[in-house]
């Protein structure tokens, strides 16, 4: 269940477009036709499903203080939390570099329509934004930074594919001249990413309605305690 929730979690709820608008400027870039959005996307997944279980070690094993206490007792004190970005963007480029190899080797077109975009994955914020995640919410094994890893990849995917499709639609129709390109992407990503809010409630209502019983119970308590007071002493003033 923890795998399942952080799955879904990751792709509806925090989504790394439509929740913390990161990765915004290959989105919109790269969003014109839906072809070209698949591959950057798959791309993003595989660099991401990569980096963030790699980065996931090196926090756990390098970088966290006392992380180096496997090496001996006199390394205990030290602590390399000051090199995560650069450990985390070295990791991010080797991957980026090593994506950019086989898109251009096992399908040019691809290589070509994507330009400049396909490097630019390696300072895309989103990337770096999933390890930083992952090392914030101080995941726990390797398997739910994979999980994290590939589930912010789809959400990220899912994005762009939609306002790929919807921006190939929307070229036929009869936009307004001032918010005609980038404008009415904007309004469309914001209306999506309420869309996207409104599945807040998939997996936090059920925790919502445990913490509400504990507090309704009491209350029922005190009110039962109230009234049998009440009734003490009237019974009391009765007699």
């Known amino acids: ?77 030290y602590d390399l939390s000051f090199l995560s970005f650069i450990m985390f963007i070295a990791t991010i480029a080797t991957m980026v570099q090593l994506v950019e190899i086989v898109v251009e080797k096992f399908s040019p077109s691809l290589y070509n329509s994507l330009g400049i975009f396909l490097p630019l994955i390696a300072v895309n914020c989103a990337i770096l934004g999933g390890s930083l995640f992952m090392q914030s919410r101080e995941i726990e094994t390797i398997g739910l930074a994979f999980n994290y890893g590939i589930s912010s990849g789809i959400g990220w995917f899912l994005a762009i594919l939609a306002i790929a499709a919807i921006r190939e639609k929307i070229r036929y129709s009869n936009v307004p001249a001032p918010l005609r390109g980038l404008g009415i992407t904007f309004i469309i990503t914001g209306l999506m990413a309420i869309g996207f809010m409104s599945f807040g409630g998939m997996l936090t209502g059920g925790d919502d309605e445990g913490k509400k019983q504990p507090e309704e119970t009491a209350k029922v308590e005190k009110v039962n305690k109230k009234e049998n007071k009440l009734a003490e002493n009237t019974t009391t003033i009765n007699e």
């Open 1 to 77: 269940m923890e795998h399942l929730e952080l799955f879904f979690k990751s792709i509806f709820i925090d989504n790394m477009v439509f929740a913390t608008f990161l990765g915004m400027c290959s989105y919109l870039a790269v969003s014109k036709k839906v072809s070209t959005a698949v591959g950057l996307g798959a791309a993003v997944i595989f660099v991401l499903a990569v980096t963030v279980p790699v980065n996931w070690l090196l926090d756990q094993y390098i970088l966290q203080p006392g992380a180096l206490q496997w090496l001996g007792a006199e390394y205990a004190d």
